[in-house]
C-alpha cells in the first residue's frame, strides 16, 4: 500500500508470464522451471505485506479498506480485510467495532453482537459501540438487553440520534409511547428527512386521531426512500409486544 513496489511487481509478474509462455512452446525445462519458480515467488509476495512496512501500518490500510468496503456496501470483503487487519494488530479496538458492522452486513447477528461486547469491553466509553451493540441484539431478538445498551449509549452522549430513535421503537413496543413521543418528537426538528423517523413520527400521529399529519409524514417519508419507508412502516406497526427490562423507562428521555 505505502511503497510503491506494485509497478515493478507487475512488471516482473508480466516478463514472468511471457517466459513461461515461451519456455512452455518450446519445451525447454531449463527456462521453464526457473520462471515457474519466479512467479511463484511473485504471488507469495503479493499476498505478504510490502517489504519494509510495519505491521502496524500494513494493519491499519487493512483498517481504512475495510471501512471503505462498507461504505460501498461490500462487507464481505470488508470482514476479509479486517480479519486480516487485526491478525496484525489485535489491540486496535476500533477494528472490533468495524468487524463487528461488516458481521452485521452479512446478516451474522450473533457474531456482530459478539464483536461489538468485545470492542465496549475494551472501550467501555464510547457510545457508537453500545448502540451498534443494542442493534445486533434487537436483531436476535434480545429487547431488554437492546434497551439497557442503548440506554447506556444515551448516557454517554444524550445527543445521539440513533440511539435515541431505536431506544424509542423499543419503548413504543412496550406500549411506553409517552415516553417514545417524548424522543421522536425532539428528533422531528433535527432529523426532518430522516425516513425511518418520518414513518414513527406517521404511527404517533395516528395513534392521536391526527390521520392528516400521519398521511403527511407517511407520503413524505415513501417520496424520499418507499422501500426504506415499507420496512419501516412493517416493524413500527407491528404487534409484537417487547418488554422492557425491570426498572427502565422511569426516568425521562
Known amino acids: 500500500f505505502r511503497i510503491p513496489l506494485w509497478p515493478a511487481l507487475a512488471m516482473a509478474a508480466g516478463g514472468g508470464a511471457a517466459g513461461l509462455w515461451e519456455a512452455a512452446r518450446a519445451r525447454n525445462g531449463r527456462r521453464f522451471l526457473p520462471a515457474a519458480g519466479a512467479a511463484a515467488a511473485l504471488a507469495l509476495i503479493s499476498r505478504s505485506p510490502v517489504p519494509g512496512a510495519p505491521p502496524d501500518d500494513w494493519a491499519r490500510d487493512l483498517f481504512l479498506r475495510a471501512n471503505a468496503r462498507l461504505d460501498r456496501g461490500d462487507p464481505d470483503g470488508a470482514l476479509a480485510d479486517i480479519r486480516e487487519s487485526l491478525s496484525l494488530d489485535p489491540e486496535n479496538a476500533d477494528a472490533r467495532l468495524t468487524l463487528g458492522n461488516a458481521l452485521f452486513g452479512r446478516g451474522d447477528f450473533a457474531g456482530a453482537a459478539e464483536a461489538y461486547r468485545e470492542y465496549v469491553r475494551r472501550d467501555p466509553d464510547e457510545p457508537r459501540g453500545w448502540n451498534n451493540l443494542g442493534a445486533a441484539l434487537s436483531e436476535l ?113
Open 141 to 253: 431478538g434480545a429487547w431488554p438487553d437492546a434497551y439497557r445498551a442503548y440506554l447506556r449509549a444515551l448516557e454517554l452522549r444524550p445527543s445521539h440520534r440513533s440511539a435515541r430513535l431505536n431506544a424509542a421503537f423499543i419503548e413504543w413496543r412496550a406500549g411506553r409511547r409517552d415516553l417514545a413521543a417524548r424522543r421522536l418528537e425532539s428528533l422531528a426538528d433535527e432529523i426532518p428527512d430522516h425516513v425511518p423517523l418520518r414513518i414513527a413520527l406517521a404511527a404517533l400521529a395516528e395513534s392521536r386521531g391526527d390521520t392528516a399529519r400521519a398521511d403527511a409524514w407517511r407520503s413524505g417519508a415513501y417520496a424520499r426512500d418507499a422501500n426504506a419507508a415499507e420496512r419501516a412502516r412493517r416493524e413500527w406497526e407491528s404487534p409484537l409486544r417487547i418488554p422492557l427490562p425491570d426498572g427502565a423507562g422511569r426516568d425521562d428521555p
